[in-house]
């Protein structure tokens, strides 16, 4: 079955970094976009970036030269580094896989798994 384990969370100062990955089983990431979506105390979940293996990763604005989005193909493990980090970052971060690999990232229809989070905490 479809899992989606993330880890990397933690707490951060402002300006700081930190390294999220995603571990996927039961199905090869290669075919599929996956993405990095967070949710602040309050607001609505939103997409952080989206990648599939056919190009460039989607950013959001917000996150563009801060954040990169990469890939292990042969851990099955995606990656979300994040730098410059500001205290209305903080949030759960999921990641997500979405129902096949040729999707518009920018605009992509709603993931079909999610995995269960980790903690995102910048003090300012």
């Known amino acids: 079955q479809v899992q989606l384990v993330e880890s990397g969370g933690g707490l951060v100062q402002t300006g700081g970094s930190l390294n999220l990955s995603c571990r996927a089983s039961g199905f090869n990431i290669r075919n599929y976009a996956m993405a990095w979506y967070r949710q602040a105390p309050g607001k609505e979940r939103e997409l952080v970036g989206a990648?599939?293996?056919?190009?460039?990763?989607y950013y959001r604005e917000s996150v563009k030269f801060r954040f990169t989005i990469s890939s292990a193909l042969d851990k099955s493990t995606l990656f979300l580094q994040m730098g410059n980090l500001n205290a209305g970052e903080t949030g759960v971060y999921y990641c997500a896989r979405f129902p096949n690999v040729r999707i518009t990232l920018a605009t992509p229809p709603p993931p079909g798994s999610w995995g269960q989070g980790t903690q995102v905490s910048v003090s300012s």
């Open positions: 990648a599939n293996i056919a190009g460039l990763p």
